[in-house]
């Protein structure tokens, strides 16, 4: 018998749950720093710029691929040989960028998005499965949200080669977590099917198409700064997010059992739109940095809440299972939409596109819950 085959004494069924939490919010992490690892690759001659945007897009799209491709035909059994599986080809997917070339990172984080993907569904199986999932998703945004920050600080000190190592390590320990693991999830399965049902399709299209306007905007801060001579601030506008998360995880959790799913989407939107509004008029410093603050904001109330939402739209949960693909592939196509449209444009033009998709993920929202929709759903 192995250690992951070993029986699972009570204290470790009360971790479970909470190494669930640490597999996806390093897997995050890793895939959080790979756009400044690739940079810095870059910088040193060790692959070519135009690369980095491709690598971080495979990164995305490989992570969507795979927690959609899990949550759909992947029964939640053996989660700890699963999980000890990914960490591994993370980690070799790591440490094969010291080694790689061109091309060969594309392959490599194609791997290494895929074995995420695997982390973040057993995470994300995890918080679905909750009869309360806001503070665990609050806890998932905020970890890796503020972990990301302290990690790409460390990271940039050692170089690419040091960061690099560094960010095979944080899989190590996704390696380390593995055994902690609860063996298996309640199956949400209905009649043999594990995909989500119409009205879950929905919700997931609102969170696609409002992630993927925030996605955008955030894509062209730098840019936006420049462009108003505020160039000194970006570092700032990040730092204060930070703080403007927190303040929309806590205030998720206050609004849990007391705003409807509509209204709270509403006010999202509603956040969105006047960030959308300020920006457009070349403000100040503080209020270029309060608009930014506000996206973080929403952001990180829709995170924490998307649960909520999710099993509203679908009492099986099995939207919620799947919620990553919305998000990562919001992550993956909003800032491709954004180059686009500057392109073709300008900058301003982008100020334009993230309203409209936001109101279209609104209205989404609304279709796809049932009329007299409740603040805190019984789903149980």
């Not at 690369?51 to 992947?74: E, K, N, Q, R, T």
């Not at 070799?92 to 194609?110: E, H, I, M, T």
């Not at 099986?316 to 299972?321: D, F, I, L, V």
Request: glycine share 10%.
């Amino acid at each position: 018998m192995t250690a992951l085959d070993a029986p699972v004494s009570k204290a470790g069924e009360r971790a479970g749950p909470f190494a669930a939490l640490a597999l996806g919010s390093l897997a995050m992490m890793v895939t959080g720093l790979q756009p400044l690892l690739l940079t810095a690759l870059a910088d040193a001659g060790r692959l070519p710029h135009a690369l980095v945007h491709p690598a971080a897009f495979v990164d995305m799209l490989a992570m969507a691929l795979s927690v959609g491709v899990c949550a759909v035909v992947l029964k939640p059994r053996r989660l700890n040989r699963w999980a000890a599986g990914a960490a591994l080809l993370c980690i070799a997917a790591g440490l094969g960028a010291l080694l790689a070339r061109d091309g060969q990172v594309l392959a490599l984080r194609g791997v290494g998005g895929l074995a995420g993907g695997v982390l973040v569904w057993i995470t994300v199986g995890m918080i679905a499965r909750q009869p309360r999932p806001e503070p665990w998703a609050a806890a998932f945004f905020l970890i890796q949200s503020a972990g990301l920050v302290f990690a790409a600080a460390f990271a940039s000190s050692l170089g690419p080669t040091g960061g690099l190592a560094f960010a095979a390590s944080l899989s190590g320990l996704c390696l380390a977590v593995a055994p902690l693991l609860s063996p298996a999830m309640d199956d949400l399965a209905l009649a043999g099917k594990r995909s989500p049902d119409r009205r879950g399709l929905l919700g997931l299209t609102a969170l696609f198409l409002y992630f993927a306007a925030n996605a955008a905007l955030w894509f062209k801060m730098r840019d936006l700064a420049s462009a108003q001579g505020l160039e000194a601030i970006s570092g700032l506008v990040v730092l204060t997010t930070l703080v403007a998360q927190m303040l929309g995880a806590m205030a998720a959790l206050a609004l849990a059992d007391r705003l409807g799913a509509r209204r709270l989407f509403g006010l999202v939107v509603a956040c969105l739109l006047l960030a959308c509004a300020v920006l457009a008029f070349r403000p100040p410093a503080p209020l270029f940095v309060a608009a930014f603050a506000l996206l973080a904001f929403a952001a990180l109330l829709l995170g924490a809440s998307l649960f909520g939402l999710l099993h509203a739209a679908d009492p099986s949960r099995r939207a919620g299972a799947v919620s990553p693909v919305a998000q990562f592939l919001a992550a993956a196509l909003g800032p491709l939409a954004a180059g686009a449209v500057a392109d073709l444009a300008g900058l301003s033009a982008v100020l334009g596109i993230a309203p409209v998709l936001a109101l279209a993920a609104m209205a989404c929202a609304h279709l796809s819950l049932a009329k007299g929709d409740p603040a805190s759903p019984d789903c149980a």
